[in-house]
């Protein structure tokens, strides 16, 4: 396929969204399809081994390696915010958990004019993505392109998790994306018989053969080209050289809730003051691309575990360490194969609400930052995350150099009663702690620890340990209204031929994890997409 003749469709970004853009655009045989992914391939096996997660935090082979801006109201810290540049993307160095959010987020969406984004508008699109390991039922798909599985074996500290829970009065669930969201139980993983099924696993490898697909992997895209407000193309960057594609039909930016609004901006298309103050010209004035930024704010409570069943147990002692490769390497399980969180619980801090505003996980290692190295301890963590934030944050390019990192200010704790809700969620959680039978395996709580006492206490620990949960989104936010920066099928308002199809698209974000519902917006985005040019 000559790279000179245009393309029907050039995509920018081959993460959650783009790997499924790419199958599905490219499916009929009939459409053109250009791949540019600024990463290399996904060759690395710890990408594929679920522990491998750990490696990549500070790998800038596979990562972008952001850092938010220093924030007085997180006591200026740069809080790492890692994005993977691979192909995979995100989905290619993430935690592997496949979590939908609620019925009531997509309700959300559509009641903010959204229309096609109900829940029950969007089921379809999650259960077309799915080979979910139990079987079809109404909220789960089989045969789809995305293999969903649960852990191969229980783990005592995860079992403890889940009883306590339940000796508290908290429902047991064995499935947070079917009727009912609220509970505690073992998680479900993006994973095949213990290895990753990332987006470029399920859905570009069985792609890739295809001869209208072309991939273009270390080809960072540096502009949106435009003729008028009719977007024509894409200008990117390969091994040094600046080169040029054209697209005949659309330019679809899938680079993620950092990327594609920082694409925009530097292609002059956002604030436009912003953009003039940077020798940038503007083709539409777009205030909104940037803003509207929203992440899960998370803090990890770390304890010291009475039985020495931890990873930490595992990799600080070089026999148990071979011990779990052989296991893997010969069963395809234990801890190796494991993703981030092996169980989890979502509840309410307020019992007045209508649904659960935490979510808290168990993660069966213990550190003093994420991706460093373990505690020589037996150590367990919980991460405990604020479902349903109130504050908002930007993205925004410092200049008009496209491989300079833009300021990300997610705004963490601008909103006092997101720090009070957090706190809440963790006081509950240490009850949870206290209560038989984890009780009896936990030492101690060693991070924050016995001084922290009062919520006002713990939110001084929030301000100084709180983290990002990998989960950026909203920076592109799909809306009916003019302030929008695209409507309900995607398209860029007041551009042609230009869409977002990512997670940068999300008028709020979801009450979880954020890869399910990335996938679940390209598979219903494709779909779109093919109507549209059907209709000419
Ligand atoms: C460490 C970590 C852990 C996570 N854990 C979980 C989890 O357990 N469960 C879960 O559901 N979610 C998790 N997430 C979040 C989830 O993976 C993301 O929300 C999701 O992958 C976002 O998909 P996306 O398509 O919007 O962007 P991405 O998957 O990030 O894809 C964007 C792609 O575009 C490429 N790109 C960007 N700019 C350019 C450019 N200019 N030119 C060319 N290519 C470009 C990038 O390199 C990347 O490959 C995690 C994320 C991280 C980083």
Not at 2 to 16: E, K, L, R, T
Not at 53 to 63: A, D, E, I, Q, S
Not at 123 to 148: C, I, N, T, W
Not at 294 to 307: L, P
Request: aromatic share 8%; charged share 20%; glycine share 10%.
């Amino acid at each position: 396929m000559p790279h000179s003749d245009p393309y029907d469709y050039i995509i920018v970004g081959a993460g959650s969204a783009g790997c499924v853009l790419a199958n599905r655009l490219s499916a009929s045989g009939r459409h053109r399809v250009l791949l540019l992914e600024a990463g290399g391939k996904d060759r690395s096996p710890w990408i594929h081994i679920p522990l491998g997660y750990g490696k990549h935090f500070t790998n800038p082979k596979v990562n972008w390696l952001y850092a938010n801006e220093p924030d007085a109201a997180v006591a200026n810290r740069r809080i790492p915010n890692p994005r993977g540049k691979v192909l995979g993307g995100s989905s290619s160095i993430n935690g592997l958990v496949y979590i939908r959010g609620q019925r009531e987020d997509y309700d959300q969406w559509r009641q903010l004019g959204n229309d096609g984004w109900s829940f029950d508008d969007v089921l379809p699109y999650f259960r077309k993505s799915e080979d979910q390991q139990r079987g079809a039922d109404a909220y789960h798909g089989a045969g789809g392109p995305l293999a969903v599985s649960d852990p191969k074996t229980p783990h005592p500290l995860a079992d403890a998790f889940i009883e306590s829970a339940v000796a508290r009065g908290y429902p047991r669930t064995d499935d947070f994306n079917g009727p009912n969201h609220e509970g505690f139980g073992y998680l479900q993983f993006t994973q095949r018989n213990g290895l990753r099924a990332s987006a470029a696993v399920a859905f570009l490898r069985p792609a890739r053969g295809r001869a209208n697909l072309h991939i273009v992997t270390r080809a960072h895209a540096t502009r949106v080209l435009f003729d008028g407000t009719r977007a024509t193309g894409i200008e990117y960057v390969r091994n040094g050289r600046t080169e040029t594609a054209e697209a005949r039909g659309e330019v679809i930016l899938s680079g993620g809730a950092i990327n594609s609004p920082q694409l925009l901006q530097l292609s002059g298309v956002g604030p436009a003051q912003h953009l003039r103050d940077l020798g940038i010209a503007v083709v539409a004035d777009r205030p909104g691309v940037g803003d509207n930024l929203q992440d899960h704010f998370n803090i990890r409570m770390v304890y010291r575990s009475r039985i020495p069943a931890t990873l930490n147990d595992a990799l600080n002692n070089p026999l148990r360490g071979a011990r779990e490769l052989a296991r893997y390497a010969l069963r395809r399980d234990g801890f190796l194969a494991m993703g981030a969180s092996v169980a989890a619980g979502f509840f309410k801090t307020d019992p007045a609400a209508a649904t659960p505003d935490i979510q808290a996980s168990i993660t069966l290692f213990s550190a003093d930052k994420i991706g460093q190295k373990l505690h020589p301890f037996s150590g367990f963590s919980s991460i405990v995350r604020l479902l349903r934030p109130q504050s908002r944050g930007t993205v925004m390019i410092k200049s008009a150099d496209p491989f300079e990192a833009p300021a990300i200010q997610p705004n963490f704790l601008h909103q006092p009663r997101d720090g009070e809700v957090l706190a809440r969620g963790c006081q509950l959680l240490r009850r949870i702690v206290a209560t038989p039978p984890l009780a009896d395996l936990v030492e101690d709580e060693y991070l924050p620890g016995p001084d922290t006492v009062s919520d006002a206490d713990m939110i001084e620990f929030l301000r100084n340990a709180g983290a990002t949960s990998f989960h950026p989104v909203g920076t592109c936010r799909m809306g009916p209204d003019d302030a929008a920066v695209v409507d309900p099928r995607l398209r860029v308002r007041g551009l042609a031929g230009l869409r977002v199809v990512d997670a940068a698209i999300m008028p709020v974000i979801v009450s979880g994890n954020t890869n399910a519902p990335t996938i679940m917006i390209a598979e219903k985005a494709a779909d779109m997409i093919l109507q549209d040019a059907a209709e000419g």
